[in-house]
């Protein structure tokens, strides 16, 4: 999982109530899925450190494991602030009455089985038995999901660029998921794309799959689906094995209900004759939802839309495992080798093209080309963005991948017409003493959350308070405690000196 859709699954399932984190850790896919591709590597170390463990872990003894540095204290804040956010990790006393941290019972027990196997739990899928009638293989899986996928991309694209269509028509439900996500917008009768649209466009797709499930978490509701079922099955699918059959016996109904959904989306085949109604193929686009591997094979954005993998002008080729096929030049010219209308439609957004041949388009970022961008709600982020992850192997082998001239006139032309900049957040102040508010930035810049510091007023802005509104809870509890140690040992002095 990249880190962009690790971010958004992570961001969306810190909002779930507790019980609703009890219910999905019951799965051992889940637990494992979350294991292996949401946590940062200090944290997974701690949760196998505790797995076994017949006893909490005081926080003292946690403390000896991290070097006192401000990285590693950083790196520790950080994997505390996950594992509590996902509802993993619990602060507890040990048998001495020391502050301590213990694993979610539900969350310790299927890891426990996740690992060393056992149990009838089959959240890893039941393979079916008997063996298709008509088999399919991974390049039929692999040229299913891109066409399905491809079909949702050309929808909002073609929002932008009048004329643009897919082989495959997307299903009137995945519309109306697009317009509930504000991916496009209907007027009248016709959809127009977004901001939250070119956003959208400019991910990785992994990043997009993750981004248009989260909206399919977020009105399974109003379906009659159960949004743990929904999610349970989602982290399932990214445990399975691609081009194996799998049974339905196993679903519930509410699972059986998202296949058909999940078919829209080239996440699952499935083949609608009586006789294979009970099976399922997850495609490549499933089976990577919790993986760091490409959603679909030699692509930046398509493998139909690279044309660099079978050999370019000017000796482009590139291996057919490498990702990225435009090429940027100091003097802004931009040379895509692609012969597919989605990518050349993305670049029409935010660069002027110029001519296109069988294999290969030549374009020009310009001034204009970027505030055309600019007005349509596209920054200059999202821009350098999308071309460092699209950058052809060739830029990759160079550091940094895109010239800096270009990157600083991009960030220049959104700045000319920008006089300030506005962000949501938190402004936090009256922190305490000196000592305190410097652990209080210093916990918010490990988090990520600090925007600015305003040092001389004794204050400083977070983008958010979850997380802050949680360990400002724990430092007063842990005062309390302090006080209350603190009165105790003034009575039990203050006893034993009357009775001498």
Excluded at 313 to 339: D, F, M, W
Excluded at 427 to 440: F, H, N, P, Q
Aim: charged share 20%.
């Amino acid at each position: 999982m990249t880190s962009t859709a690790s971010q958004r699954a992570l961001d969306y399932l810190e909002q779930l109530p507790g019980t609703t984190f009890t219910k999905l850790y019951q799965q051992p896919s889940t637990a494992l899925a979350i294991f292996r591709r949401m946590l940062p590597h200090l944290a997974k170390t701690l949760v196998m450190a505790i797995l076994y463990m017949p006893t909490p872990l005081s926080v003292s003894d946690l403390e000896t494991w991290v070097k006192p540095d401000h990285e590693s204290l950083q790196a520790r804040d950080r994997a505390l602030s996950i594992l509590q956010r996902l509802r993993i990790l619990f602060d507890t006393h040990d048998a001495a009455g020391r502050a301590a941290y213990k694993l979610s019972d539900a969350f310790a027990r299927s890891l426990r089985l996740a690992l060393t196997g056992g149990g009838n739990h089959r959240s890893f899928g039941v393979p079916c038995s008997t063996p298709d009638k008509t088999p399919v293989s991974i390049d039929y899986l692999d040229t299913f999901a891109r066409k399905q996928w491809e079909a949702i991309l050309y929808y909002v694209v073609g929002s932008a660029s009048a004329g643009l269509g897919a082989e495959v028509d997307i299903s009137a439900g995945t519309k109306q998921l697009l317009q509930k996500g504000e991916f496009v917008a209907m007027r009248g009768r016709t959809a127009h794309i977004t901001q939250a649209g070119f956003t959208f466009l400019l991910q990785e797709i992994n990043a997009q799959i993750w981004t248009l499930l989260i909206v399919y978490l977020e009105v399974s509701s109003s379906l009659q689906m159960d949004p743990v079922d929904v999610l349970s099955f989602l982290f399932t699918l990214g445990s399975l094995e691609l081009g194996i059959s799998y049974s339905t016996s196993n679903l519930t109904p509410t699972q059986q209900q998202m296949l058909e959904d999940l078919a829209d989306f080239g996440l699952v085949y499935r083949r609608t004759s009586d006789d294979a109604a009970d099976r399922y193929y997850p495609t490549r686009l499933a089976t990577t939802l919790t993986s760091d591997a490409p959603a679909l094979p030699n692509a930046s954005l398509t493998s139909t839309a690279t044309g660099m993998t079978t050999g370019g002008a000017g000796g482009a080729s590139a291996p057919q495992n490498e990702k990225g096929y435009i090429i940027v030049e100091t003097n802004y010219r931009l040379y895509a080798y692609t012969s597919s209308p989605l990518p050349i439609s993305i670049l029409s957004l935010f660069a002027t093209l110029h001519t296109r041949y069988p294999n290969l388009i030549t374009a020009k970022i310009t001034k204009s080309s970027i505030h055309a961008a600019i007005t349509a709600g596209i920054t200059s982020d999202q821009i350098i963005t999308y071309l460092t992850t699209h950058a052809h192997p060739i830029l990759r082998r160079q550091q940094p991948v895109l010239p800096p001239t270009v990157v600083d006139q991009i960030r220049l032309w959104q700045i000319e017409g920008e006089r300030m900049t506005a962000w949501r957040g938190y402004l936090i102040r009256d922190v305490g003493s000196a000592e305190e508010y410097e652990k209080a930035v210093a916990y918010a810049e490990a988090l990520g959350v600090l925007r600015k510091e305003f040092k001389a007023k004794g204050s400083f802005f977070v983008t958010r308070m979850d997380q802050m509104s949680g360990y400002f809870k724990a430092q007063a509890v842990r005062k309390r405690e302090a006080i209350a140690q603190r009165e105790a040992e003034a009575r039990g002095g203050g006893g034993g000196a009357g009775r001498k």
